[in-house]
């Protein structure tokens, strides 16, 4: 399994400026070739290199592996659309391989600049060591800037474990005032989520309304930070997943989210539309999916059709056995329980019926 792991570079001063010069160079060579490419119709990188190599040597000086991967990078935009001329930022991602990007233990990043070979100090967490460490480098690694840091988006070829050899599955049921609940009863909480979520939606709500170049600004700043948190609290949450689901030695089963933003447009009162569709329920999904095909824990996708309105007694299944978002009451039998928990029974259920 391919994955990739964003490392940070921690470059003095005179490293920074010459990362930042190359990646500009870099990235001005790619407007140069991609005129060429538009130019002539040609956007295969055998023959872009065939008609430019030569001339972005010379005008841009550039190593040789520099240009081959711009003209790389240039084929591939090409390959979505070839009708309007692309063109790239100064400052977009610069496309390194193992010709010339290499690492020195765990503590340092080798990387080809104008000024020649660097050794930039580089940051690894026990996540990224732990995939990084006895893992081979996959491919190319991109090399980005983001509020003024640089970072080493690379791919790692890492081993899956076994599958897991079971019929049972652990369902998880996503919602807003509980992001997961898991078909034991457990619950991971979106309180704290929501509270922060609230608070950002009135600070945005008010930079929006002043309007000035620095209330933009702001609204960035803090875009950025909401994102940083959601993807955190995600990769937390899909981790004990996946780590109750191996120890029990199960699957995890999940709701098929597709179109989720359409149903919710339905079913869900308009003053909770954004709150119910933008919180990142695919990306949890996802997080949970890589985490467990490493863990060698198996995924199943079930309809997510009346998880909430069956009674997990009897069967039953109504609108108004779920009378209000929280509680689960069914007419026929009269089983209570907590609404997510009903709904996580019923996704564990749905995966078993499906394998069967």
């Not at 990188?45 to 081959?68: H, I, N, P, T, W």
């Not at 084929?75 to 010339?100: P, Q």
């Not at 609204?219 to 955190?232: A, D, I, P, W």
């Not at 981790?239 to 709701?255: H, M, T, W, Y």
Request: glycine share 6%; aromatic share 8%.
């Amino acid at each position: 399994m391919i994955c990739t792991l964003k490392i940070k570079l921690v470059p003095d001063e005179k490293q920074f400026n010459s990362l930042l010069a190359t990646m500009k160079r870099f990235n001005q060579a790619c407007n140069h070739i991609s005129k060429v490419a538009f130019n002539l119709g040609t956007f295969s990188k055998f023959k872009l290199q065939k008609a430019c190599y030569y001339d972005v040597r010379e005008q841009f000086g550039l190593s040789a592996q520099m240009v081959v991967r711009a003209i790389g990078k240039v084929s591939e935009s090409y390959k979505a659309d070839k009708k309007t001329l692309h063109t790239f930022k100064d400052t977009g991602a610069m496309v390194y391989d193992e010709r010339i990007l290499s690492f020195n233990g765990m503590e340092y990043a080798s990387l080809l600049t104008l000024d020649g070979r660097i050794k930039v100090p580089i940051v690894l967490g026990k996540y990224h060591h732990g995939l990084l460490y006895g893992n081979r480098v996959r491919g190319q690694a991109d090399l980005i800037l983001q509020d003024g840091v640089f970072y080493l988006m690379l791919a790692v070829e890492v081993p899956e474990a076994p599958p897991v050899d079971s019929n049972d599955f652990l369902g998880i049921d996503v919602g807003i005032a509980n992001l997961a609940t898991d078909s034991t009863g457990e619950n991971f909480s979106g309180s704290a989520v929501n509270a922060v979520r609230n608070r950002n939606a009135k600070l945005r709500a008010k930079l929006q309304s002043k309007g000035t170049k620095s209330a933009k600004r702001l609204l960035k700043k803090r875009s950025k930070k909401e994102q940083r948190f959601v993807r955190n609290t995600n990769h937390v949450i899909s981790k004990q997943i996946v780590k109750k689901a191996k120890a029990l030695g199960v699957g995890i089963a999940l709701e098929d989210l597709s179109g989720i933003r359409l149903r919710t447009e339905k079913t869900v009162r308009k003053s909770q539309r954004s709150r119910q569709s933008s919180w990142a329920f695919y990306q949890l999904r996802q997080f949970i999916s890589y985490k467990a095909k490493i863990a060698g824990v198996p995924i199943a996708l079930i309809d997510p059709r009346n998880t909430s309105r069956t009674c997990v007694v009897c069967g039953h299944v109504e609108k108004n056995n779920r009378k209000t978002r929280d509680n689960f009451c069914c007419l026929s039998c009269g089983y209570a329980a907590p609404a997510d928990n009903v709904a996580a029974v019923n996704i564990s259920r749905k995966a078993m019926c499906q394998l069967a």
